[in-house]
């Protein structure tokens, strides 16, 4: 999971300097940075927040050892699935992608939605953590936007009293994921989206959001293993991809992000072929994909990037684009950008309708705060660094902050 807080001055987008001694300045200035204020959550919505802040919440706690393994240890995820009966299974009224990875999870599920919405899809995307209210980690509808505290509030209304039972049943231990992630799913089925775009929260076969059947699963991917919450989800790189490969499915596809440990694309294969599910990968070797250069393109910082991608293993899939300008930077965000259209060609091949142009567009149209962001003069001034061009970059851990 993200967190929000890596500040850099760069000369090149592969040289950057940690503004260390900046930070206590950059912090106390940051609530004047525009798009970027700490806000409270509406007032609308205090009622909901109140309850969820009542919930374990191991974002803040911390995740317990072995917890997202799928053992004796791990979470129980047949409380979530009768969290989710009570509720009337709002899983089942969708279909859904779900995204498991140690990195990249959110900026795929991002660039998928988009690709969904350029062809007119009313898509539901489901991801954590947030920057500024709890709202962003739910989208919905054509144009992507956070659940607004109204929609979110009525929901809350129309189902606490099924959360109370549920949360008595359970003698209290259904935590805040669990509650968001339902609360997310009977919003998804409330607007009848077409599809659902859901990251997993931590590792994959005992996460609250992995009681998608695999009638409703359209497609699972996998970004990439590494070293994440090794505590929680087994000690081990081999424990942490069979825990992520839980989210596969019998005979539904599996896209793969990588590139892989050689022996760890293994153990997500093998797992796909017990389940009878067809592999597709965005780092075939058949696959080519470049950035050409960095320019300002309608006010933002973009990346020009060519992606022909070739699949003929398990799929016969195959686009090429030329002259992307992606406004997500970096090579880590071009092989997220491949992961997602490699989903896309999937869900293409199972008959949805998804044009060659709907993927430009959804690439293109899509824009993260936080990840690889380059702030502008307006921003760099206010947080008393007139003249500086500032980088700001959300890493997950500390082996990916020097990534671009």
């Not at 969820?52 to 995820?77: C, H, I, R």
């Not at 009337?88 to 988009?114: D, M, R």
């Not at 919003?187 to 859901?198: G, R, S, T, W, Y």
């Not at 994909?289 to 006010?299: L, P, V």
């Amino acid at each position: 999971m993200k967190n929000c807080g890596v500040f850099s001055r760069f000369t090149s987008l592969t040289s950057r300097k940690t503004l260390a001694s900046s930070t206590a300045r950059l912090m106390n200035n940051f609530e004047f940075v525009r798009g970027f204020s700490g806000l409270s959550e509406d007032p609308e919505l205090k009622e909901f927040t109140d309850y969820m802040d009542n919930l374990k919440n191991y974002e803040k706690s911390g995740v317990p050892k072995a917890a997202g393994t799928d053992s004796e240890d791990g979470f129980d995820l047949g409380r979530m699935r009768r969290l989710m009966e009570l509720l009337g299974n709002p899983q089942s009224k969708f279909k859904a992608v779900h995204i498991a990875g140690t990195k990249g999870k959110g900026s795929t599920a991002a660039f998928l939605s988009n690709i969904l919405r350029a062809e007119g899809y009313s898509v539901g995307c489901y991801t954590s953590p947030h920057i500024r209210t709890i709202r962003e980690r739910i989208s919905l509808g054509n144009l992507g936007e956070p659940v607004s505290a109204k929609a979110l509030s009525c929901l809350f209304q129309r189902i606490k009293m099924i959360l109370d039972q549920a949360v008595e049943l359970e003698d209290g231990r259904l935590s805040h994921f669990e509650v968001f992630t339902a609360t997310a799913f009977s919003l998804f089925a409330q607007e009848n989206v077409d599809i659902a775009i859901i990251e997993a929260g931590l590792g994959g076969a005992r996460d609250a959001t992995n009681v998608i059947s695999s009638s409703g699963l359209a497609a699972a991917v996998i970004t990439t293993i590494g070293e994440e919450h090794l505590a929680a989800l087994g000690g081990s790189l081999e424990s942490i991809a069979m825990a992520k490969a839980g989210i596969i499915k019998h005979g539904r596809p599996l896209v793969l992000g990588g590139p892989f440990l050689p022996h760890i694309e293994h153990i997500l294969r093998d797992k796909a072929s017990a389940m009878c599910s067809p592999v597709v990968s965005a780092s075939d070797p058949g696959n080519r994909s470049t950035i050409k250069d960095i320019s300002e393109c309608r006010g933002k910082h973009c990346q020009s990037c060519d992606m022909v991608l070739k699949i003929e293993r398990d799929f016969q899939l195959f686009i090429e684009l030329f002259d992307v300008k992606l406004c997500m930077l970096g090579t880590h965000q071009l092989q997220n950008a491949a992961t997602a259209t490699c989903a896309a060609l999937c869900l293409r091949d199972q008959g949805w309708r998804i044009a060659d142009g709907s993927v430009r567009a959804g690439l293109e149209n899509t824009i993260l705060q936080g990840r690889t962001q380059i702030l502008g003069s307006k921003e760099a001034e206010a947080l008393g660094l007139p003249g500086a061009t500032l980088l700001l970059d959300g890493a997950i851990f500390s082996a990916y902050q020097g990534i671009c």
